[in-house]
């Protein structure tokens, strides 16, 4: 019973999963008209590391779009309670989006959440796809206001690079 006191705690073996969005990505695409916007073209970077140990995942985004220049934080981790991944985005427009996600066979992970922005409140899912290679993905967002009907939000192509040398 010492021997397993003195042991270091380790994060859960699901954290593993959030091993292929760590790195430097760069993305395209459209954001589809709808209650949260015209919508238009948008492209960006984002920057996913594992954090505290293992225990997290973080990602970090800039974004520029229609509406100018976005960015955001992403704090993912593995619930023991629940068992399952969950996420939280934050935007620095004030948005938030708190949700679960699975890997839901092969490369392809869904996320289902709520969107929060100018105090109404969203339904959201997506799917991400990575290419064989994990160099690559789409990814495919819907909204609904009412949880029955869906909408495309947005959908995004999305590269593995080289981080830009910092100034």
Known sequence: AMQAQSQAPKPDPEMKKLHVFVGHWT??????PGPLGPGGKFAGEYDGQMILGGFFYQGRWTEKGPTGETGGLEIDEYDPVNKNLVFNFYLSEGSRLPG?????GGN???FVGKFVTAGEQYQYKGTFTFAPDL????LK???SVDSKTWTPFRES???KAKPAAKK
């Open 157 to 159: 192509q999305w590269t």
């Open 108 to 110: 392809t992970y869904t």
């Open 135 to 138: 160099a690559s993905a789409t």
């Open 27 to 32: 993305y395209e695409g459209e954001a589809k």
């Open 141 to 143: 967002e819907e909204i």
């Open 100 to 104: 679960v996600f699975t890997l839901a």
